[in-house]
Nanobody, 113 residues
Framework: QEQFVESGGGLVQRGGSLRVSCVAS????????IGWYRQALGKQREFLAG???????NYAASVQGRFTISRDNAKKMVYLQMNNLQPEDTAVYSC???????WGPGTQVTVSS
């Protein structure tokens, strides 16, 4: 399995943008579907977006049109561009192979009102 480390979180105002990143270590990255997830305080982890090794994407309805997932297989990186952020987007964001539950430690995103 891949291992992941996320970065790029921070504090942003309502309506702002942020890009979070995760870097993978392992040998199967380029052929693996990778997903971004988030977990708000006191809530269950939520799937946000996924991308296959070939670049096919899918999104949860809650972020469709605001978030964009992308990847760079040469760098073993996956990105999540987040636009028009709202206070309800506040959470710890992490990535994992889809279906594998091998999330990294995550990066905190806080959206102020």
């Amino acid at each position: 399995q891949e291992q992941f480390v996320e970065s790029g979180g921070g504090l942003v105002q309502r309506g702002g943008s942020l890009r979070v990143s995760c870097v993978a270590s392992g040998s199967a990255f380029s052929t693996s579907a990778i997903g971004w997830y988030r977990q708000a305080l006191g809530k269950q982890r939520e799937f946000l977006a996924g991308i296959t090794g070939g670049g096919i994407t899918n999104y949860a309805a809650s972020v469709q049109g605001r978030f964009t997932i992308s990847r760079d297989n040469a760098k073993k990186m996956v990105y999540l561009q987040m636009n028009n952020l709202q206070p309800e987007d506040t959470a710890v964001y992490s990535c994992a192979q889809v279906g594998a539950r091998n999330w990294g430690p995550g990066t905190q995103v806080t959206v102020s009102s």
